[in-house]
Antibody, heavy 119, light 106 residues
């Protein structure tokens, strides 16, 4: 299992970024996926979830209406479109494989991509 | 929303010590609880799932217990590689992490 995030960078408040997570080593479309973030020096915060088919999504309250999670199962890729970015959105963003009903929680994580939001 | 509260926030211990970290959920989550270890600059690593099941490849000195709202992660004999930050996570209703417990060298 290999998850590789990309797309992070420096953006001004109000700007946009699109994060990507390339998956390999497993049957991507059979797994639910999540984005988890970590502000500098802080703890882990779940951000968003998407089902294997992409039909079901969930978001933490602070990003609803601004972030959109999606996936392209043909490309084994997960995405997070982040709009109207705020200073408090800064941090490392991880994609994590969700084992769903098997109950093994988030069993594999990428290395993370850093998002910096600053004027 | 389900809130997760870990204690302590920081724990000072020595190699060989038995270490216990607790996690409390704001409402019952049955056994839908996981524990992760994170080292600086690295992604979290799953240790325990379903409150007490050991993830493949994780040393047997790690164990988890609990049900409902009270949970614990125990390291039976702390090793040098275990100095890290530990997080609990509920996955009964959406997903919530505890604030973390840093295990540091005494």
């Amino acid at each position: 299992v290999h998850l590789v995030e990309s797309g992070g960078g420096l953006v001004q408040p109000g700007g946009s970024l699109r994060l990507s997570c390339a998956a390999s080593g497993f049957t991507f479309n059979t797994y639910e996926m999540n984005w988890v973030r970590q502000a500098p020096g802080k703890g882990l915060e779940w951000v968003s979830y998407i089902s294997g088919s992409g039909e079901t999504t969930y978001y933490t309250d602070s990003v609803k209406g601004r972030f959109t999670i999606s996936r392209d199962n043909a490309k084994n890729s997960l995405y997070l479109q982040m709009n109207s970015l705020r200073v408090e959105d800064a941090g490392v963003y991880y994609c994590a494989r969700d084992t769903g009903s098997s109950g093994l929680a988030f069993d594999n994580w990428g290395q993370g991509t850093l998002v910096t939001v600053s004027p | 929303d389900i809130q997760m509260t870990q204690s302590p926030s920081t724990l000072s211990a020595s190699v060989g010590d038995r270490v216990t970290i607790t996690c409390r959920a704001s409402q019952s989550i049955s056994t839908w609880l996981a524990w992760y270890q994170q080292k600086p600059g690295k992604a979290p690593n799953l240790l325990i799932y379903k409150a007490s099941s050991l993830q493949s490849g994780v040393p047997s000195r790690f164990s988890g217990s609990g049900f409902g709202t009270e949970f614990a992660l125990t390291i039976s004999s702390l090793q040098p590689d275990d100095f890290a930050t530990y997080y609990c996570q509920q996955y009964n209703s959406l997903w919530t992490f505890g604030q973390g417990t840093k295990v540091e060298m005494k």
